[in-house]
Every structure is written in structure tokens, then in C-alpha cells.
């Protein structure tokens, strides 16, 4: 197949794809160039635009690299009507396959989140250089941005294309609804000229898909009453789903971070993008780009994982929060991670650490060793008190009847007899004391030879190596389930609307499908997510894993990650034994301080004995 440039022939090569009004071919012998062949059923449109595509035409060496524009037109003949025009062939990927986190691992494997920050402001930028020529995008979606594995980008689909000179007149006949801001919805782009603010929406949807991994600003829980509308009722109705404000009824979905980890700047400039009325009022395309600058400025790692890279704004990394509600595969690495696996996990022979954590299970080294050492029987009283044998002597001397001293034995006899009850009370605390910390030493030495049992290195090792085997096969797994992307008509009762709807939840793709995931989407409920678990499935048959080796020094890391799990449960049950120590060593402390009253009320006795022996003596 060939066309004319005017008198220039052009071969076609093979075809690069098709639209609604045209396929686009290869230039046979030029790899950087291709040309789009509209249908003949277009050709008349195609007509209607020629003054249109002759200004772009003219602006094409000014956009270069932004926008792949018609850089001439071509006709069947030398002297011809136009049937199509030539462009610069653009190679990269669609920005979908970009923001999608499942596609990014197979199109964009190994970027993290400071390649979706330079891809955004690189948008941005070409977004504004359009503007300053006065050119208006029209139809943005995530199809028509074209991402390099540089994060440049470049703008295609150049037939929705307008030319705002002198004026800004023109509408735009085609337009993807969810893209499409809140006063052209329905039909009103048909008779509305389309303004640099109309893309200034489009552009910020762009964006908000590229930083909040796949989300749609539009798309999240649908907290009000019937079934949840779709996003192009959202976007009319502004309901911004992270705007935080109580009377949007959709709120931010499930396994998403804050917009506030972007700082307040771009958190800000959302809210003017998608919540202000006029188009007028929405950040500039340069706006954009000054504020994602300033993000790009703020990065760093996190301490978990080196394949997060978050904002200073957020006081920790977000990447790791939403890890659980993506059955902790990485949005990043594209992996099964285990949360803590690979951060400050210590080194050294796995049998000496275990060792020597069974030894500090036991009993508190600030507690005298004394105070809790079980004892085999009760010590005996040590204040023992034995009435003086010439005590009674004197009293039966024919004396008693003297008033004095009939006084002081009545005393005496009433402070022994006070004494001796209390001392047997102090007796009987103590040995219910002794009693209770042999039961308590008892449990440590319990606790103790139980770990000594269950902490043995080979079980972890042996734990460590099946459990890195299955992570290497789900990941791979993931990476073959991304390669199934999630197509209407495909999957029963999954139909357009379903599909944009599980794109604005970042599920595009067989890899992403997870129950809970779905189950947390307005209006998706056991039905759909058992037809998409069931294709899900379907797609995984045809998984064949391919045999794995786990390092050594893997193995062991691993193996202390479950060393210091299990570590952790013996240090939660050995608590409770700490505690009730430290309030038995608080009753010991009791007993004995009854123990000293005691012996104050023996030793004023004693007193009143040697008084009342003085008193006898000289009465004889």
C-alpha cells in the first residue's frame, strides 16, 4: 500500500493499530515515522478539518517531543484529495499501563515512586507548551498519553487536537466521560468551546491516577442511599471522593494513602481541580508543574524497604500502610513482601542467640535472687516471745492485792495476748507468700524450657526456606496473572462501566483481582466478585512456576524474622509473670513491715515487764 505526499511516495508498512475513524501504519524504511489512513466513512470529516490540521501542521517543529501532531498530509494520488496525514511515531506505553500498579511491573519494571513524579510533571510540562501555542488537547484520557521508560511523554491521538487562534471556539465532538470535567458532562461539550481549563481537568485526573496508584479522583465507597452512581455522575456532582468533606457521599476507597502525603501544596490544588466551578479557576498546567518540582524535591527512602520513596510531608511511609489491603504485594517492587523482612535484622549464629534469649526469660535480675528463690518449708518466727518464768512467781507471792500491780498484769497479759494473735496471722502470710513465689518461679522455669524446646534453629530454617518458596512463586504468579488485563465482555456482567469503575479501585488487571479488593467497591458484591475470581482462576491455570534456589543468607534473614516473631510471643506471656512478681515483692514488703510492728509492740512489752519487775521488787 502506498500514498503521496504530494509528489513524494510513501510506502506503508505494517499496521500499528486502529481507531474509531482510522488505523495508523509503520512508514516502510522509517522507523520514527507512520501515518494515519482514515475510513472512507470519515474522509468527510477529515475534509471539514483541514484548516484545523494545516495550523497544526505549522506548529509541528515548535511541539516537537510534547504532542505527536500532523506533520503533512497525504492523498491516494499525487494530486489527490487528503485521505490522512503523517506524525511522528511515538514509542512508549500508554499512560494506564503506567498507573496501573500491575502493568507497571511488566511495562515499567523497577521504577518507584519518584518515576511517577517526573512522569506527571513531564505532562504537565508538555500540557503547558501546548497551552502556550494556544492548542487544546480535548479528549485526555489515560490512552491518549504516551510514557517512555525515561518518564518523558508525549500527547497522541491528535484529532480531538483544537487551535484556540484567534479564539477559543471549537468544540470537542469526542470526549471520554470519565476525563471529562463537571460543566461539559452529558452532551454539553457539543455546544461548549473547549478552554485550556476544560484540559486543566483532565490533566489533574491524569495525575492524581499517576501519584495514588491508579485511582480515580471520582471513584471510592459510596456511603449514601441505592446503588452507587457511576464516575461520570460523581464528576458532575463534584463529589471529589478523597476531599474528606461530610456531605460527599463517597469516601476514599479501600487500600488507598491520604492525598495528604503529597503535601499541601498538591493536596490544595486538587481540591481547586476537581471541587471549584469554572474552568477558569482550575491550576494551570504550569501551576502543575512548579508544585510537582517541589514534590520532587522532597523525596526519601524509607526505612523498610528500598524500593519505597515517599514525601516529607507524610510522617510515614504510605506505600507500607496500604501493603495489607493489597495482600501485601508491593505497588513498587511487584513482590510478596514480609513486612519487616530485610530491615536491621541482626547477623550471627542462629543457636547462640537463641541460647541466650531462653536465659533472659528468666526472673528479673533487679530482684534479689533471696526475695524470690522458692523456700521447701516456712522459716521459723524469729520473734518468738516466752513470758519470764519469775513472772508468775511473783504474782502468786500473796502481793496481787497491791493496785499497781494488779494494773501492770493486766496490761501485759493484754498486750501478749494481742501479740500472740497477730504473729500467728504474719506467720500464716508468709508461708501463703512463700507458697505463691514458688508457684510464680515455677511458671519462669515453665516458660523457660518451653521456649529452649520450641526455639530450635532448624525449625526456623526449615520455615524460612518454604516460606521464601512460596513468595517467589506468587510473585511470580502476579507477574503472569499482570500480563491479563481486564476487558469488557470478557468476564460475565463486566461490561464498560464495570471495568471503568474497577479501574478508578487500580484493579486493571487478573493480577490485582483480590477478594476483599473487590468486595469494597460500591455495588460490587458476591456475584461479580465470584465471576472475577472464577476468570481469575481460569487465567492461572495456564501458571507453570519454575524451579527456585533461596540463597543461604536469605534463608537465615528469614529465619530470624520468625525467630524474633516467635521471640516476641514468649516475651508477651513472661510480662504477666514480671507483674505479679513485682506486686508480690510489694506484699513481701507488707508483711514485713507488719512483721517490725509486731516486734515494737513485743519490745514495749518487755519494757512493761522489766517496769512492773522493778515495781514487785520494791514491794518486797
Known amino acids: 500500500m502506498k500514498v503521496f505526499d504530494g509528489h513524494r511516495e510513501i510506502r506503508l508498512g505494517p499496521k500499528l493499530g486502529a481507531g474509531a475513524d482510522g488505523s495508523v501504519y509503520r512508514v516502510d524504511g522509517n522507523e520514527g515515522a507512520c501515518i494515519k489512513i482514515f475510513d472512507q466513512s470519515a474522509r468527510s470529516r477529515l475534509r471539514l478539518s483541514l484548516p484545523r490540521i494545516a495550523s497544526l501542521v505549522r506548529l509541528a517543529p515548535s511541539l516537537d517531543g510534547n504532542a505527536a501532531i500532523p506533520t503533512y498530509l497525504v492523498a491516494e494520488t499525487p494530486n489527490g484529495l487528503p485521505i490522512g496525514f503523517g506524525m511522528k511515531r511515538i514509542v512508549g506505553q500508554e499512560a494506564h499501563n503506567l498507573y496501573g500498579v500491575s502493568s507497571r511491573q511488566i511495562h515499567f519494571p523497577g521504577t518507584d515512586f519518584r518515576f511517577l513524579v517526573q512522569a506527571a510533571k513531564n505532562a504537565a510540562i508538555a500540557t503547558e507548551r501546548l497551552h502556550r501555542y494556544r492548542v487544546v488537547i480535548g479528549d485526555i484520557s489515560g490512552r491518549n498519553l504516551m510514557v517512555r521508560q525515561d518518564a518523558t ?6 484529532d480531538s487536537f483544537l487551535i484556540g487562534d484567534p479564539t477559543f471556539r471549537d468544540v470537542c465532538r469526542l470526549v471520554t466521560p470519565e476525563w471529562t470535567p463537571p460543566e461539559l458532562q452529558g452532551d454539553r461539550h457539543l455546544q461548549n468551546p473547549r478552554l485550556p481549563g476544560h484540559d486543566a481537568f483532565g490533566l489533574a485526573v491524569m495525575i492524581f491516577h499517576v501519584l495514588m496508584l491508579g485511582r480515580h479522583p471520582f471513584q471510592g465507597r459510596f456511603t449514601g442511599k441505592g446503588e452507587a452512581p457511576d464516575i461520570p455522575k460523581n464528576i458532575r456532582n463534584r463529589w471529589y471522593a478523597h476531599a474528606g468533606y461530610p456531605a460527599i457521599p ?32 482550575r491550576p494551570t498546567a504550569a501551576e502543575w508543574v512548579e508544585a510537582l518540582r517541589k514534590l520532587e524535591g522532597t523525596m526519601r527512602r524509607c526505612p523498610s524497604s528500598t524500593a519505597h520513596f515517599f514525601s516529607s510531608a507524610a510522617t510515614r511511609c504510605p506505600w507500607c500502610q496500604v501493603l495489607p489491603d493489597y495482600g501485601n504485594l508491593d505497588p513498587f517492587q511487584g513482590v510478596v513482601v514480609m513486612p519487616g523482612f530485610g530491615a536491621g535484622v541482626a547477623m550471627g549464629p542462629l543457636a547462640s542467640e537463641i541460647a541466650g534469649f531462653v536465659a533472659s526469660l528468666a526472673p528479673p535480675s533487679s530482684i534479689p535472687n533471696q526475695v524470690y528463690r522458692p523456700v521447701a518449708s516456712a522459716a521459723a518466727a524469729t520473734w518468738i516471745h516466752e513470758k519470764p518464768s519469775w513472772f508468775a512467781s511473783w504474782f502468786s507471792s500473796g502481793e496481787s492485792e497491791r493496785r499497781k500491780v494488779q494494773t501492770a498484769k493486766a496490761e501485759f497479759d493484754r498486750i501478749v495476748s494481742n501479740v500472740e494473735a497477730e504473729m500467728i496471722q504474719n506467720l500464716r502470710l508468709q508461708q501463703d507468700w512463700l ?3 514458688a508457684g510464680v518461679a515455677r511458671r519462669f522455669s515453665e516458660l523457660q524450657a518451653e521456649a529452649g524446646t520450641k526455639l530450635a534453629p532448624t525449625v526456623f530454617k526449615s520455615a524460612a526456606k518454604r516460606a521464601l518458596e512460596n513468595v517467589l512463586i506468587e510473585n511470580e504468579r502476579s507477574r503472569y ?4 488485563n481486564i ?6 456482567g463486566i461490561g464498560d462501566k464495570r471495568v471503568a469503575e474497577l479501574a478508578g479501585h487500580g484493579i486493571t488487571t487478573a493480577a490485582d483481582i483480590v477478594s476483599h479488593r473487590i468486595l469494597s467497591i460500591p455495588g460490587f458484591g458476591e456475584a461479580f466478585t465470584s465471576a472475577l475470581l472464577v476468570w481469575r482462576h481460569l487465567k492461572a491455570k495456564g501458571f507453570r512456576p519454575n524451579a527456585v534456589t533461596i540463597p543461604l543468607d536469605q534463608i537465615e534473614q528469614r529465619a530470624r524474622q520468625l525467630l524474633e516473631e516467635k521471640k516476641g ?4 506471656r513472661r510480662e504477666p509473670l514480671v507483674r505479679e512478681l513485682v506486686r508480690m515483692i510489694q506484699d513481701a514488703k ?9 516486734q515494737l509492740k513485743l519490745d514495749s512489752a518487755k519494757a512493761n515487764v522489766l517496769a512492773a519487775e522493778q515495781v ?5
Do not use: Y
Request: contains cysteine; charged residues 20%.
Open 250 to 281: 463517597l469516601k476514599s476507597p479501600v487500600g488507598t494513602p491520604p492525598v495528604s502525603h503529597l503535601g499541601r501544596e498538591i493536596e490544595h490544588l486538587f481540591i481547586r481541580a476537581f471541587l471549584e466551578e469554572g474552568a477558569n479557576r
Open 487 to 492: 476487558v469488557a465482555g470478557q468476564i460475565a
Open 153 to 158: 511523554v508525549c500527547w497522541i491521538d491528535s
Open 616 to 620: 514487785l521488787k520494791s514491794l518486797a
Open 590 to 598: 507488707t508483711c514485713a513491715g507488719q512483721a517490725i510492728t509486731i
Open 569 to 572: 510471643e514468649f516475651v508477651r
Open 481 to 484: 496473572l499482570a500480563r491479563f
Open 435 to 437: 507458697n505463691r513465689m
